[in-house]
Each structure stands twice: as C-alpha cells, then as structure tokens.
C-alpha cells in the first residue's frame, strides 16, 4: 500500500523541540523531493519545509529537515517552539526530485503538535 505516515506529534511546552517522522511505504522516497506542511485551527495550511533528492540534512529559518534513505523516512525538527507552531503536520511526496512547485501527489494523515504551558 502506498502511504505515508507521520509520527511525534506531542504536546511540548514553548521553547521545546519535537522532531516530526514521515515514513513511507509502498514507494522509494529516496528519489522525490519530500514536504512538510502544516494546518492551524483557523487558518490555511502552510507549507513548512521541503527537502530535495541527495539532502541528507539541512536548517533554515530555524527548521531542520533530513532524510534517512535507508528507514525511508524523513524528518522535521524545529526548535524552540513557540505556541503558534500548535498544527498538524503532514508531509507529502512531491512528484519531482526537486523542492519546486507546489506538486505534491501523495498526502499523510497529519500528526498534532500542541504547544501548551
């Protein structure tokens, strides 16, 4: 069966860190650029991060997103979480190697991040 699945969700405190997992199944992701978005009551779903073909790991803006090919997993991690990072986040396959367009063919179930003292 083709699907993602994405795990690590939690409530954390402000300034806590959660690393999100996206595993796959049914395909390789190894060759496919991989997102992560996110979608806050309220609001529209945001796009997050976005990691091409042959990153193993790389941080912006404070995010951190890397693959490991061999668990065919990605993973997100943002540190110092702040309460309006509560959201569910989803990851999704896009359908080229490279973190361009908005194409994005396949669609986890989303895990919850509650940001909470």
């Known amino acids: 069966q083709v699907q993602l699945v994405e795990s690590g969700g939690d409530l954390v405190q402000p300034g806590g860190s959660l690393r999100l997992s996206c595993t796959a199944s049914g395909f390789t992701l190894s060759s496919l650029a991989m997102g992560w978005f996110r979608h806050a009551p309220g609001k529209e779903r945001e796009a997050v991060a976005c990691?091409?073909?042959g990153v193993l790991n790389s941080v912006e803006n404070r995010v951190t997103r890397s693959r490991n090919n061999a668990k065919n997993t990605v993973y997100l991690q943002m540190p110092d979480h702040k309460y309006e990072d509560t959201a569910v986040y989803y990851c999704?396959?896009?359908?080229?190697?490279?973190?361009?367009?908005?194409?994005?063919?396949?669609w986890g179930q989303g895990t919850q991040v509650t940001v909470s003292s």
């Open positions: 999704a396959r896009h359908a080229g190697a490279v973190c361009r367009g908005d194409n994005y063919d396949l």
């Open positions: 990691i091409s073909t």
